[in-house]
């Protein structure tokens, strides 16, 4: 068993030494070190990275599943803290090693009060968050098909250690990606009658987009689509034959992501045939949004209270998150630990205070426990 300080240590080893998703070879193989060392019980998941360690009680009980998730991003830290990242181009910008060391102490806490629980306790340590790739990859492993409640945590720079953000309802969107490459036909930039110039049209698809969101969703709906990506010829007196651009779709509602999908479609390709071109939108659907369940979050908020933090709701946001891939399997909630800082996720200044640690991982088992003995 770890204390407080050894799981301290832990986090800012992970922190020193970050890796990217579906590249957690380190970080894996010192997290099953220590579990195994303490004889928690390891699912063979067949991916290079990640584990799920389980925990089954003395009596039969429910089945509850815990998330943490493990990768950083390609950032260059700047945040002067005494552990910061051996790697240059490679940080912790987003919590992740807070997650899983958090994981890993309850898992550990959990373990030790194996006597105690009533039921079984599912505990995912997920690679590849950050790509969107790691929570399909673990739950199609089919491992953990058999859980009732699923519980994943996010650190919170805007709430300080001791205060726990749970809102029921969407909380994360779902993230879709989309790119387009518009074909005209290529020809001296003084002679444009003799060409099809794509860019005019490039600029007319950026414009229309937006319609979308301004003219055919309902305006009680969540939408953004934001063109992040543009790219048309390389010099001044050639016009291109292609233009190319690509962005982001967010959503909270499976309704108005098809809607929206489907809008794109129409206003893209007739765009493009209004200026003469052809345009081919290649539209790849991401992680659903995260959906938390009413229920099981006044649970959670309710055992918060009683172990004496603070309760908040947290912001809305339309970022994306791969938990969702767990929520397909059953109800859950996702919650936000807050962590302090001046910097939010994916600042090359994002620190977590690592006082939030201890606690975050005593109220994750605790929740656990009890969630595995409930009724229902
Ligand atoms: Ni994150």
């Given at each position: 068993m770890m204390n407080e300080q050894q799981l301290i240590a832990f986090f800012e080893d992970l922190h020193?030494?970050?890796?990217?998703?579906?590249?957690?070879?380190?970080?894996?193989?010192?997290?099953?070190?220590?579990?195994?060392?303490?004889?928690?019980?390891?699912?063979?998941?067949?991916?290079?990275?990640?584990?799920?360690?389980?925990?089954?009680?003395?009596?039969?009980?429910?089945?509850?599943g815990l998330r943490g998730d493990m990768?950083?991003?390609?950032?260059?830290?700047?945040?002067?803290?005494?552990?910061?990242?051996?790697?240059?181009?490679?940080?912790?910008?987003?919590?992740?090693?807070?997650?899983?060391?958090?994981?890993?102490?309850?898992?550990?806490?959990?373990?030790?009060?194996?006597?105690?629980?009533?039921?079984?306790?599912?505990?995912?340590?997920?690679?590849?968050?950050?790509?969107?790739?790691?929570?399909?990859?673990?739950?199609?492993?089919g491992l953990l098909n058999d859980a009732q409640e699923f519980y994943g945590i996010h650190s919170y720079p805007a709430f300080p250690a001791g205060t726990l953000g749970i809102k029921e309802g969407p909380v994360m969107a779902a993230p879709d990606r989309f790119s387009v490459t518009i074909t005209g036909r290529g020809a001296h930039a003084a002679q444009p009658d003799k060409g099809i110039d794509p860019i005019p049209a490039l600029a007319a698809i950026i414009q229309a987009l937006q319609t979308i969101v301004s003219r055919e969703v309902n305006p009680f709906a969540n939408v953004v689509i934001t063109v992040a990506h543009v790219e048309a010829?390389?010099?001044?007196?050639?016009?291109?034959?292609?233009?190319?651009?690509?962005?982001?779709?967010?959503?909270?509602?499976?309704?108005?992501?098809?809607?929206?999908?489907?809008?794109?479609?129409r206003v893209i390709e007739r765009t493009a045939e209004a200026y003469q071109c052809t345009a081919a939108l290649d539209y790849q659907v991401g992680p659903d949004a995260v959906v938390n369940d009413a229920a099981l979050c006044a649970e959670?908020?309710?055992?918060?209270?009683?172990?004496?933090?603070?309760?908040?709701?947290?912001?809305?946001?339309?970022?994306?998150?791969?938990?969702?891939?767990?929520?397909?399997?059953?109800?859950?909630?996702?919650?936000?630990?807050?962590?302090g800082g001046d910097y939010p996720g994916h600042h090359p200044r994002f620190t977590v205070d690592p006082a939030a640690l201890w606690p975050a991982a005593q109220y994750c088992a605790a929740l656990a426990m009890r969630r595995a003995e409930a009724e229902k």
């Open positions: 020193q030494h970050p890796e990217l998703g579906l590249q957690e070879v380190r970080t894996t193989q010192k997290l099953k070190e220590i579990l195994t060392a303490a004889g928690v019980e390891l699912l063979d998941t067949g991916l290079p990275t990640g584990a799920v360690a389980v925990i089954r009680g003395s009596r039969p009980g429910r089945v509850i990768d950083a991003l390609p950032i260059t830290e700047a945040s002067g803290l005494r552990y910061a990242s051996c790697e240059a181009g490679k940080m912790h910008a987003c919590g992740h090693d807070f997650h899983t060391a958090c994981m890993l102490g309850t898992a550990l806490i959990l373990q030790e009060k194996r006597d105690q629980l009533a039921g079984t306790v599912k505990v995912v340590f997920q690679p590849a968050e950050e790509i969107a790739k790691g929570g399909k990859l673990v739950a199609d492993t010829g390389n010099t001044y007196n050639v016009i291109p034959e292609t233009a190319f651009l690509e962005g982001t779709v967010r959503t909270l509602d499976e309704k108005v992501r098809l809607q929206v999908q489907q809008a794109m479609r959670a908020s309710a055992l918060a209270r009683e172990m004496g933090f603070q309760v908040a709701r947290q912001e809305d946001t339309m970022g994306g998150e791969d938990f969702s891939e767990f929520l397909k399997i059953c109800p859950g909630v996702f919650l936000r630990i807050g962590t």
